[in-house]
């Protein structure tokens, strides 16, 4: 059983082919640019493991083309329990998942497990180094480093992705900080996306102070600039240059 916030159906993102995603609540971290704040807290709509492959079965047939189910978030692997349960209950019927982390969460068994069950996992990269980690999320950045080498070594697809927000992490040394970050780590990409201002309703309607509430959104042609620099860093072709998502 999981606090589930939402199931999204057909999500051409966060993932290969066509995803039903399954967004569960709770996150360690606190990112200002979170455009989720309504996934930090229980939704007090709780779903079995069963219920939850019962509703993504349905669109199997759309699951062509590497698709299938994403675990997102809030942070997914807080219920890794639900996450195998549920995993167990996809494979046997041909379904494959992708996970969508920040890798806030101890690597405990039930994480291993789930991460080693993974076609694919999503790491979001919050900051490049522990400081930073620490003042804009208030989580652990060794928890997200130790999970980022754990998919580098079972060898699971991995993706990178971080939020490029104006004046926090957008120069051209914050890009040589994350290549040099995710050196040690083997990945097929590495997304930049752009902090944008589409979630700030939420802080309002939650009554939650919006840290970043003064912040333009970032430049699409800067955040395209930074792309092609991090991808030269970390020698990757292009990947179409940075989307605008926060999260
Ligand atoms: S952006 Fe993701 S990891 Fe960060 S606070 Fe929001 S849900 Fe949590």
Redesign the pocket.
Known sequence: MADVHSFESMAALDGEGLRYAIFLTG?????P?????D??FPSGRDVTADQAYQKARRFKPYFKNGGGVTFS???PLLHADFINETAAKLRADGIGYCLDT?G?VPLTESVQKALDGADMVIL?I?FPDPERYRRY?G?DFNRFVEIGRYCSKIGVRLWLRT?VVPGINDTEADMERYAALVKEFKFERYELLGFHTMGFFKYEKLQIENPLANVPAMDRARLDELQLRLNALVQLQPVGGGRQK??
């Open positions: 996150c360690p971290l606190r990112c640019y979170c455009h989720n704040p996934a930090w978030g809030g942070e920040s806030s979001d919050k999320t989580g939020v926060n999260d």
